[in-house]
């Protein structure tokens, strides 16, 4: 039986217009929330016909294209290229406009371990670590996020529906289990340099995710 977590409802809704460093222009819905279990301030983007006020009133001919992204400051805002945190959230607000969904903006920095436990990690990395075993050597688990505020926000903004933007098989797992319908798995692109082929290759063969990486060209 799906687990029922506790309501949340939606607390603010405004309109904001988007641009991106490459000239992508857009605009969001974007959503605050009371009764979230972490207590944290995580948002929605509702994008494309999702950009307008919540109505669940309003037939849907289809479900939303949802995206779970966990918050990455250093590849968000300031263009690492140590992990493809970056370029996901580039591609997803695009992808998510075009086809109508929500974009769930969750502060997990880290896989869940924090924004200066990722930086210890790093330099683990660095000593010869995946980014798997150094979040264990740090006495983490592997992944410590969880996805039941995206459950949650989900259903304050009428979904129980949706095609999962996502590599990861975990965020399906997961909301499957909190109630929310998952309709289809939607891979991201690979977005592949070489200060990040050894991240991606952790997240295929460590993580699961469904990452076809092809040769790491400069």
């Known amino acids: 039986?799906?687990?029922?977590?506790?309501?949340?409802?939606?607390?603010?809704?405004?309109?904001?217009?988007?641009?991106?460093?490459?000239g992508y222009l857009t605009t969001a819905r974007v959503f605050s929330f009371d009764g979230l279990v972490d207590g944290r301030e995580h948002l929605a983007f509702g994008l494309g016909d999702r950009a307008g006020p919540v109505d669940r009133?309003?037939?849907?001919?289809?479900p939303p294209l949802v995206r779970p992204h966990s918050e990455c400051l250093t590849g968000d805002v300031f263009?690492?290229?140590?992990?493809d945190c970056g370029p996901q959230l580039r591609e997803a607000v695009e992808r998510i406009a075009d086809a109508g969904g929500y974009l769930l903006?969750?502060?997990q920095e880290g896989r869940g371990i924090g924004l200066y436990a990722k930086?210890?990690?790093?330099?683990?990395?660095?000593?010869?670590?995946?980014?798997?075993?150094?979040n264990l050597a740090l006495g983490h688990q592997p992944d410590e996020r969880d996805y039941t505020v995206a459950a949650q926000m989900l259903a304050a903004l009428g979904v129980d529906r949706a095609a999962l933007l996502s590599n990861n098989p975990d965020k399906a797992a997961q909301l499957q289990r909190l109630g929310v319908t998952v309709t289809a798995r939607v891979p991201t692109g690979v977005h592949l340099s070489p200060a990040n082929a050894g991240y991606l290759a952790a997240k295929a063969g460590r993580g699961g995710h469904a990452l076809d990486l092809p040769l790491v060209r400069d």
Request: proline share 12%.
């Open 57 to 62: 009133a309003t037939a849907r001919p289809s």
């Open 79 to 83: 263009g690492s290229r140590r992990c």
């Open 105 to 107: 903006y969750l502060r």
């Open 1 to 22: 039986m799906p687990e029922s977590p506790p309501a949340a409802t939606v607390r603010t809704q405004v309109t904001v217009p988007l641009r991106f460093p490459d």
């Open 119 to 134: 930086l210890d990690a790093y330099a683990l990395q660095d000593a010869g670590l995946d980014t798997y075993e150094a």
